[in-house]
């Protein structure tokens, strides 16, 4: 298996604009999960799912995040609209219930 | 509330050297896992190693270790005779409460730079 796929990579987008991560979680896993990495709060879980239903998303700043997770494999975080303080590393992860496996992660900068 | 410590930010050790990294965690829990993940310069986390509560007993892994005691709450990591390759970022993770052992709280992570 490839792993936990994510794109982009990198993204750069302007203050105000929609931005929409992807992640494709590896085959069987049922439990796919967003974290967030920032130097001043590190690694945070924002939202996980089980089977493609949303479970907890206390994680999940304010409502201009969402995530959504059509089908067991793929899943997308949108931020709407974008903010400097999101610039992060956004990372997905999945689970087959025993340890997590993540992504490369999205490098986001919002300018 | 669950919290995972990781007091030393930064190491620096010559290659060759023995370093061990400190993790400390506490929870209420009587069931829980423990977790370590490097992230090495290029940004992806790495997954270690996943430690139930039940099972006190050391394990060695090649030229990693891990020592979990429950008396003291704690799961340090060791790295034997540590090589450039093994700078990276290294994170101890505490599973939440529900078993769900993606569902992780993560320490701040301890830098280890290892000069040649």
Partial sequence: DAGVIQSPRHEVTEMGQEVTLRCKPISGHDYLFWYRQTMMRGLELLIYFNNNVPIDDSGMPEDRFSAKMPNASFSTLKIQPSEPRDSAVYFCASSSGTEAFFGQGTRLTVV | ?116
């Fill in chain 2, 1 to 116: 509330a669950q919290k995972v410590t990781q007091a030393q930010t930064e190491i620096s050790v010559v290659e060759k050297e023995d370093v061990t990294l400190d993790c400390v965690y506490e929870t209420r829990d009587t069931t829980y896992y423990l977790f370590w993940y490097k992230q090495p310069p290029s940004g992806e986390l790495v997954f270690l190693i996943r430690r139930n509560s039940f099972d006190e007993q050391n394990e060695i892994s090649g030229r990693y270790s891990w020592n979990f005691q429950k008396s003291t709450s704690s799961f340090n990591f060791t790295i034997t005779a540590s090589q450039v390759v093994d700078s990276a970022v290294y994170f101890c993770a505490l599973s939440d409460p529900s078993g769900n052992t993606g569902k992780l709280i993560f320490g701040q992570g301890t830098t280890l730079q290892v000069k040649p």
